[in-house]
């Protein structure tokens, strides 16, 4: 199993990044998907989920109306656009894969937002 980040870097606030996560490994499609995050100090946090058919999506209320998630089932990724960065959202973003008691996660991708 593999799920791969990609797309993270350093940003202004205000401007937007499209985090990028590739898997193989697993039957992709049979997978809710999820991005979260975790800041220097602070415990991992849900950012966005997706349902395995892409039809239902979840938010944190901190990033709603900024983030977009999406993915692809024939190509296995999972995409998180993000837009109206702010400083706040500074953090290494993670890539999970989730079914019944199957979990998996990324190695991660370095957010950075700032002037």
């Known amino acids: 199993v593999q799920l791969v980040e990609s797309g993270g870097g350093l940003v202004q606030p205000g401007g937007s990044l499209r985090l990028s996560c590739a898997a193989s490994g697993f039957t992709f499609s049979s997978y809710a998907m999820s991005w979260h995050r975790q800041a220097p100090g602070k415990e991992r946090e849900l950012v966005a989920r997706i349902s395995s058919a892409g039809d239902s999506t979840y938010y944190a209320d901190s990033v709603k109306g900024r983030f977009t998630i999406s993915r692809d089932n024939a190509k296995n990724t999972v995409d998180l656009q993000m837009n109206s960065l702010k400083p706040e959202d500074t953090a290494v973003y993670y890539c999970?894969?989730?079914?019944?008691?199957?979990?998996?996660w990324g190695q991660g991708t370095q957010v950075t937002v700032s002037s």
């Open positions: 999970n894969a989730h079914r019944f008691i199957s979990n998996y």
